[in-house]
T-cell receptor, first 114, second 113 residues
Framework: DAGITQSPRYKITETGRQVTLMCHQT?????MFWYRQDLGHGLRLIYY???????DKGEVPDGYVVSRSKTENFPLTLESATRSQTSVYFCASRAGGGLNTEAFFGQGTRLTVV | AQSVTQLDSHVSVSEGTPVLLRCNYS??????LFWYVQHPNKGLQLLLK??????LVKGINGFEAEFKKSETSFHLTKPSAHMSDAAEYFCVVRGAGSYQLTFGKGTKLSVIP
C-alpha cells in the first residue's frame, strides 16, 4: 500500500527493555521524522533524517536511537525503556525542496512502558 | 528560532455556528504555516497551508485561515461547524531554512448537537 505506515500500532513493554518502532514510506521522500505526542505538549521532534545515513537530533532525543540505512525505512529504538517514554509516537515524511512542502504522518504507535 | 502559540486549549461550539481557532507564531524569517487536524485515535491530516501566494488560504472541509503578518497570526475559521469537525487541531510553523516543524500544543474542538 502506498503511504506511510507505522508498526506496531500498540505496544506494551516493561521498564528496561529495548523496543523498536518501525516506520516505512513508499514515496521515496528524502526527509523522515519521529515525533512524540504527550498531553499538553503537542508534538515534539525526537530525531529527523534528511536522507539515508543522515540523521540528527531534535528537541527530545535522549533515550532514543535511530538509523536509516534505506530511504524508505526509519526505525526508532528505545534502548532501555522508561515510564517517561510512555507516549504516542508519530513518524512523518516529507519530500525535499520547497518551504511549503507538507509532511505526511503515519497513524501513530501508542507505547506504554510499565 | 520559531514558536507557535495556540491561544485556546479547548473550544466548544454548537453545530451550525462559526468556528474560530486562534494561532500566533514567531519566526525569524518568512515562515511556512500549516494547520493539521487529528481525529481521535488517528494520525494527523493536513487541513491547509500558507504558501505566500494569498493571505486567505482555503483548505479541506470548508476551513479557511488568514495570514496576518502584522499580527503574526494564522487563525483557522469555518462558517458552520459540523459534528464531524470535533477533533484536535494543530497550528504548525516551519521557518525559512529550517527542516523542523514546530507544533502548537493543540486546540481541542468540541461540537455540541
Amino acid at each position: 500500500d502506498a503511504g506511510i505506515t507505522q508498526s506496531p500500532r500498540y505496544k506494551i513493554t516493561e521498564t528496561g527493555r529495548q523496543v523498536t518502532l518501525m516506520c516505512h514510506q513508499t514515496w521515496s521522500h528524502s526527509y523522515m521524522f519521529w515525533y512524540r505526542q504527550d498531553l499538553g505538549h503537542g508534538l515534539r521532534l525526537i530525531y529527523y533524517s534528511a536522507a539515508a545515513d543522515i540523521t540528527d537530533k531534535g528537541e527530545v532525543p535522549d533515550g532514543y536511537v535511530v538509523s536509516r540505512s534505506k530511504t524508505e525505512n526509519f526505525p526508532l529504538t528505545l534502548e532501555s525503556a522508561t515510564r517517561s517514554q510512555t507516549s504516542v509516537y508519530f513518524c512523518a515524511s516529507r519530500a525535499g525542496g520547497g518551504l511549503n512542502t507538507e509532511a505526511f504522518f503515519g497513524q501513530g504507535t501508542r507505547l506504554t512502558v510499565v | 528560532a520559531q514558536s507557535v502559540t495556540q491561544l485556546d486549549s479547548h473550544v466548544s461550539v454548537s453545530e451550525g455556528t462559526p468556528v474560530l481557532l486562534r494561532c500566533n507564531y514567531s519566526s525569524s524569517y518568512s515562515p511556512s504555516l500549516f494547520w493539521y487536524v487529528q481525529h481521535p485515535n488517528k494520525g494527523l491530516q493536513l487541513l491547509l497551508k500558507y504558501t505566500s501566494a494569498a493571505t486567505l488560504v482555503k483548505g479541506i472541509n470548508g476551513f479557511e485561515a488568514e495570514f496576518k503578518k502584522s499580527e503574526t497570526s494564522f487563525h483557522l475559521t469555518k462558517p458552520s461547524a459540523h459534528m464531524s469537525d470535533a477533533a484536535e487541531y494543530f497550528c504548525v510553523v516551519r521557518g525559512a531554512g529550517s527542516y523542523q516543524l514546530t507544533f502548537g500544543k493543540g486546540t481541542k474542538l468540541s461540537v455540541i448537537p
